[in-house]
Nanobody, 127 residues
Framework: QVQLVESGGGLVQPGGSLRLSCAASGFTLNNYAIGWFRQAPGKEREGVSCITRSGRSTFYVDSVKGRFTISRDNAKNTVYLEMNNLIPDDTAVYYC????????????????????WGQGTQVTVSP
Protein backbone atom coordinates (compact mmCIF):
# COMPACT_ATOMS: atom_id res chain seq x y z
CA GLN A 1 0.00 0.00 0.00
CA VAL A 2 0.98 3.62 -0.45
CA GLN A 3 2.87 4.93 2.54
CA LEU A 4 4.75 8.08 3.42
CA VAL A 5 6.72 8.12 6.65
CA GLU A 6 8.25 11.28 8.06
CA SER A 7 11.18 11.28 10.43
CA GLY A 8 13.80 13.65 11.77
CA GLY A 9 11.69 15.88 13.96
CA GLY A 10 12.56 16.78 17.49
CA LEU A 11 13.27 19.59 19.88
CA VAL A 12 15.83 22.15 18.80
CA GLN A 13 16.91 25.55 20.06
CA PRO A 14 16.27 28.71 18.06
CA GLY A 15 18.89 29.10 15.37
CA GLY A 16 19.39 25.37 15.14
CA SER A 17 18.81 23.01 12.26
CA LEU A 18 16.93 19.83 11.48
CA ARG A 19 16.60 17.66 8.42
CA LEU A 20 13.27 15.97 7.91
CA SER A 21 12.95 12.87 5.77
CA CYS A 22 9.92 11.56 3.91
CA ALA A 23 10.35 7.93 2.94
CA ALA A 24 7.93 6.56 0.37
CA SER A 25 6.82 3.00 -0.23
CA GLY A 26 4.18 1.37 -2.39
CA PHE A 27 4.80 3.74 -5.28
CA THR A 28 7.61 5.25 -7.27
CA LEU A 29 8.40 8.57 -5.69
CA ASN A 30 9.89 10.15 -8.79
CA ASN A 31 6.51 10.02 -10.54
CA TYR A 32 4.99 12.53 -8.12
CA ALA A 33 5.48 16.00 -6.81
CA ILE A 34 5.89 15.93 -3.04
CA GLY A 35 4.89 18.66 -0.63
CA TRP A 36 5.71 19.46 2.95
CA PHE A 37 2.98 20.93 5.14
CA ARG A 38 2.85 21.92 8.76
CA GLN A 39 0.13 22.48 11.31
CA ALA A 40 0.48 24.19 14.66
CA PRO A 41 -2.22 24.11 17.36
CA GLY A 42 -5.06 26.47 16.52
CA LYS A 43 -3.75 27.19 13.04
CA GLU A 44 -4.63 26.07 9.54
CA ARG A 45 -2.51 23.51 7.78
CA GLU A 46 0.09 25.46 5.85
CA GLY A 47 2.04 24.52 2.77
CA VAL A 48 5.75 24.84 3.52
CA SER A 49 7.46 23.58 0.40
CA CYS A 50 7.01 21.44 -2.67
CA ILE A 51 9.29 19.79 -5.19
CA THR A 52 8.11 18.82 -8.65
CA ARG A 53 8.39 15.29 -9.94
CA SER A 54 11.40 16.22 -12.04
CA GLY A 55 13.05 18.12 -9.23
CA ARG A 56 13.59 21.07 -11.56
CA SER A 57 11.26 23.36 -9.62
CA THR A 58 10.83 23.98 -5.93
CA PHE A 59 8.35 26.16 -4.09
CA TYR A 60 8.41 27.68 -0.62
CA VAL A 61 6.14 29.71 1.57
CA ASP A 62 7.64 33.17 2.03
CA SER A 63 8.31 32.71 5.73
CA VAL A 64 10.84 29.92 5.13
CA LYS A 65 12.58 31.14 1.99
CA GLY A 66 16.30 31.26 2.52
CA ARG A 67 16.07 28.99 5.54
CA PHE A 68 14.54 25.74 4.27
CA THR A 69 15.61 23.60 1.32
CA ILE A 70 13.63 20.76 -0.21
CA SER A 71 15.34 18.03 -2.17
CA ARG A 72 14.75 14.51 -3.38
CA ASP A 73 16.86 11.39 -3.69
CA ASN A 74 15.04 9.08 -6.05
CA ALA A 75 17.51 6.26 -5.47
CA LYS A 76 16.43 6.21 -1.83
CA ASN A 77 12.78 6.98 -2.61
CA THR A 78 13.04 9.84 -0.14
CA VAL A 79 12.33 13.58 -0.03
CA TYR A 80 14.09 15.82 2.45
CA LEU A 81 13.42 19.15 4.06
CA GLU A 82 16.52 20.83 5.42
CA MET A 83 15.53 23.45 7.97
CA ASN A 84 18.08 26.01 9.12
CA ASN A 85 17.97 29.00 11.44
CA LEU A 86 14.83 27.68 13.07
CA ILE A 87 12.56 30.02 14.99
CA PRO A 88 9.79 29.27 17.50
CA ASP A 89 7.11 29.98 14.88
CA ASP A 90 8.36 26.93 12.99
CA THR A 91 7.00 24.73 15.78
CA ALA A 92 4.40 22.41 14.28
CA VAL A 93 3.68 18.90 13.14
CA TYR A 94 5.24 18.50 9.72
CA TYR A 95 3.65 16.26 7.09
CA CYS A 96 4.75 15.15 3.68
CA UNK A 97 2.19 14.40 1.00
CA UNK A 98 1.91 13.08 -2.55
CA UNK A 99 0.43 15.36 -5.18
CA UNK A 100 -2.26 14.11 -7.54
CA UNK A 101 -1.33 16.61 -10.25
CA UNK A 102 1.69 18.44 -11.53
CA UNK A 103 2.56 21.15 -9.07
CA UNK A 104 2.39 24.78 -10.10
CA UNK A 105 3.56 27.99 -8.44
CA UNK A 106 -0.06 28.93 -7.84
CA UNK A 107 -1.61 25.76 -6.43
CA UNK A 108 1.08 23.62 -4.80
CA UNK A 109 0.14 24.85 -1.34
CA UNK A 110 -3.46 23.58 -1.48
CA UNK A 111 -3.89 20.45 0.67
CA UNK A 112 -6.76 19.21 -1.52
CA UNK A 113 -4.34 18.46 -4.34
CA UNK A 114 -2.60 15.75 -2.32
CA UNK A 115 -3.98 12.23 -2.03
CA UNK A 116 -1.65 10.54 0.44
CA TRP A 117 -0.17 11.85 3.67
CA GLY A 118 2.33 10.71 6.21
CA GLN A 119 1.65 10.50 9.92
CA GLY A 120 3.60 13.64 10.71
CA THR A 121 6.69 14.41 12.74
CA GLN A 122 6.80 16.95 15.54
CA VAL A 123 9.20 19.87 15.32
CA THR A 124 9.55 22.00 18.42
CA VAL A 125 11.75 25.08 18.49
CA SER A 126 12.24 26.35 22.00
CA PRO A 127 14.96 27.94 24.10
Amino acid sequence: QVQLVESGGGLVQPGGSLRLSCAASGFTLNNYAIGWFRQAPGKEREGVSCITRSGRSTFYVDSVKGRFTISRDNAKNTVYLEMNNLIPDDTAVYYCARSTVYASPYTWHQPGLYDAWGQGTQVTVSP
